[in-house]
């Protein structure tokens, strides 16, 4: 297969973009096997990459990887972001997996996933991590979107924002205003670089919190520098996409 053209430059792939690129272009050598590609930058503290029929028919595809430590994969972009962020973030896939798997073994694969799957799911195709000052933690939380990206503009200069989820990253290679990530709040508090830590992350997925889907919304193209059109405030005036909120929030950090 041929992976659709990347615009590796675009901000939000900057913690990938080393390891996407080789990647890549290690797809367009050989016969288009992403496994293959992904298998040759994997650190080793990730899994192996294999290609999707080594995924038994009927076997459970979390439960697989958690049984067999390799993670089967499909020629096409969202498995080519889902192994991306394996690489960069091997503790916290890790980690996710091995909570899918233990809500499989002891549920099975049913019509609906149960709160904590659910939970999962959405952090591993959607979720976001964010490192910023308290005033833009509050904002965003209270979905106070002209404060966050017009009052308090400055302050992003000492944020940062990494997406997670590989659907998302599929999502914005064609980048729309509604597209939103689903950012994990800190525990206790806690910001700073630790936010963003690979085994400090992993450390923080508790089922029991991750039950009440501790997230909070954010319009990816409404962070500053990631849109051109947002430098002009009325970027903002857009309802369908800057929700308020909505009765009682979620507790800031």
């Known amino acids: 297969m041929t992976l659709p053209s990347i615009d590796w430059a675009q901000p939000w792939l ?62 096409n972009l969202h498995d080519f972001f889902n192994g991306l962020v394996w690489v960069a973030f091997p503790r916290t896939k890790r980690r996710l997996n091995e909570l899918q798997a233990g809500e499989i073994a002891r549920d099975g694969v049913g019509a609906t996933r149960g709160a904590l799957r659910d939970a999962l799911t959405l952090f591993d195709e959607n979720g976001a991590l964010l490192d910023a000052p308290p005033a833009l933690w509050r904002a965003l939380v209270a979905r106070d979107w002209h404060t966050l990206f017009v009052g308090e503009r400055g302050l992003w200069r000492e944020a940062r924002l990494v997406l ?22 800190p525990v206790h508090g806690e910001t700073g670089p630790a936010a963003l830590d690979d085994a400090r992350v992993a450390a923080a997925l508790d089922p029991l919190r991750l039950e009440h889907k501790p997230f909070v919304p954010l319009p990816v193209l409404g962070v500053p520098g990631w849109c051109h059109d947002n430098e002009a405030a009325r970027f903002y005036d857009d309802p369908q996409v800057f929700r308020p909120l909505a009765g009682r929030g979620i507790p800031g950090p």
């Open 164 to 185: 997670f989820g590989h659907a998302l990253l599929e999502k914005l290679v064609t980048p729309r205003k509604p597209i939103t990530a689903h950012v994990l709040l």
């Open 14 to 75: 900057a913690p990938y973009r080393a390891d996407g690129e080789a990647a890549a272009q290690a797809v367009a050598r050989s016969d288009g096997c992403i496994a293959a590609a992904l298998q040759g930058i994997r650190p080793v503290s990730a899994p192996d990459f294999v290609r999707q029929h080594e995924l038994p028919a009927g076997q459970a595809y979390e439960a697989h990887i958690f049984q067999t430590r390799t993670v089967p994969t499909r020629d």
